[in-house]
C-alpha cells in the first residue's frame, strides 16, 4: 500500500489516512466510510481531558431550524432471520478502575442568562413515529426503552433502578414528571376503585423503599 503524504494527511488508494510515515491509520476507506480507529487497534492516549472527537458551531440565524449534528440512517432491507438497527449506537465500556462517573449518552440542554425557550424544552428527547397508514403495528413499541443487561454473578448494590432521578442544580424540580391532562380513556384517567392490588417499588437516594399503589382492576375506570 503506498501512501502521499501532506504534513500527516496521506492519500492512498484504500482511502484517506492520518499519521506519521509509517504509522499511518486509515480514517476514510475506499467506501468513503469515516473509521476513527478499530476495535482490535483504538485511538489511545494517556492525556487527561482528551476529546477524541471535537466539534464546536454557533447558529445566529433568526428561522428555520438549526442541528449540530444531523443523522439519517434509514433500514432497507428484508430481514430473513434477526436484525438490529439504530440511527445512533453509543458505547462506553469501563476497563479502569474509581470512575465516579461513567455513561453511554450524556445530553445536556442548557438556557443561559438573558435566553429563553418558549415551547418545550429538554436535555433529551426521544419519538415514537409511524407513517399514516391502514395496518395495525406490530412489535412491542415504546418511544423510550430502558434496559438492563447484567450479567450473571453480579450483586447489585442496595441502591439502584431502571431510572435514576438526582435533583443537582440550586433550584430544585418540584414535579418528577408531566403528563396530559387527565380525560377518560387516556393513560391518565379518574379511577375510584379502592383495592389495591399491586405496587411498583421505588427507592431513595439514602436507600429507603417506597411502594406506588395501583391495582389490577379497570371498575369505576373513566
Known sequence: ?????????????????????GSEVNVIDASGNLKLG????PFTTSTADTKFISAYSTSTATSGDSRGMYLKHTLGGTIASTGYGDGVRAYTIVTGTGYSYASGVHATMQINAGATVTGSGSGLRATLGAAAATRTLVGALSALHVTSDVATGNTMPSVHGFMRFTDDGAVKMSNLAVIPNASNGTIFAAHTTQ?????????????????VMCTNAATNRS
Open 38 to 41: 478499530t476495535s482490535a487497534v
Open 1 to 21: 500500500m503506498s501512501y502521499k503524504h501532506n504534513e500527516g494527511f496521506s492519500a492512498t488508494t484504500s482511502g484517506f489516512a492520518v499519521g506519521k510515515a
Open 195 to 211: 383495592t389495591i392490588t399491586h405496587s411498583i417499588k421505588i427507592i431513595s437516594e439514602n436507600g429507603t423503599a417506597y411502594y
